[in-house]
T-cell receptor, first 113, second 113 residues
Framework: NAGVTQTPKFQVLKTGQSMTLQCAQDMNHEYMSWYRQDPGMGLRLIHYSVGAGITDQGEVPNGYNVSRSTTEDFPLRLLSAAPSQTSVYFC????????????FGNGTRLTVT | GENVEQHPSTLSVQEGDSAVIKCTYSDSASNYFPWYKQELGKGPQLIIDIRSNVGEKKDQRIAVTLNKTAKHFSLHITETQPEDSAVYFCAPRKTGGYQKVTFGTGTKLQVIP
């Protein structure tokens, strides 16, 4: 059981380039989300989804797009990378149970130069 | 939205001593109170959680206590070991539906051998 898988682990982009961070989970979780983690800022919610075809904005959505065409996948797109988007990105999912915790991937470290 | 604060932001203890991290939240409707541990290079993982109908929960060396009136809950680690060194996050939320999850800013715990 792989859990939450994020690819790539590391990425370097130039300002203005685009890329997609991949996230897949094999736990049949309806809820999936993306966080960014910056030093001293904790984990900030970018976008989240409560099921296929449904997405919503989190705390810091600007500069990022998401879509949810299947239950398993929740890609995060950077359309025009900026140095302010240098961060570690985490994907997380959870199930429907009352006490269901978030399950995190191991992150993608993105550097924008 | 939920306003979550964690204290302290860093904590150094001698091996074998106890450590306590406090999380204060603003939404009185929150009723699920988890603590996550993040080791270097990995995503956060749930270590213990509590629901609002319980005041304290213990799992070996870790415990969580809840004061719902004062809107805070705390993580207690006894007999600390070097492997407890990590960043700890709280993430209180409501359990109805798929609520957005707001994390505290994290506490970096260092256990000195």
């Amino acid at each position: 059981n792989a859990g939450v898988t994020q690819t790539p682990k590391f990425q370097v982009l130039k300002t203005g380039q685009s890329m997609t961070l991949q996230c897949a989970q094999d736990m049949n979780h309806e809820y999936m989300s993306w966080y960014r983690q910056d030093p001293g800022m904790g984990l900030r919610l970018i976008h989240y989804s409560v099921g296929a075809g449904i997405t919503d904005q989190g705390e810091v959505p600007n500069g990022y797009n998401v879509s949810r065409s299947t239950t398993e996948d929740f890609p995060l797109r950077l359309l025009s990378a900026a140095p302010s988007q240098t961060s570690v990105y985490f994907c997380a999912s959870r199930g429907t149970g009352i006490n269901s915790p978030l399950h995190f991937g191991n992150g993608t470290r993105l550097t924008v130069t | 939205g939920e306003n979550v604060e964690q204290h302290p932001s860093t904590l150094s203890v001698q091996e074998g001593d106890s450590a306590v991290i406090k999380c204060t939240y603003s939404d009185s409707a929150s009723n699920y109170f988890p603590w996550y541990k993040q080791e270097l290079g990995k995503g956060p993982q749930l270590i213990i959680d509590i629901r609002s109908n319980v005041g304290e929960k213990k799992d070996q060396r870790i415990a969580v206590t809840l004061n719902k009136t004062a809107k805070h809950f705390s993580l207690h680690i006894t007999e600390t070991q070097p492997e407890d060194s990590a960043v700890y996050f709280c993430a209180p939320r409501k359990t109805g539906g798929y609520q957005k999850v707001t994390f505290g800013t994290g506490t970096k715990l260092q256990v000195i051998p």
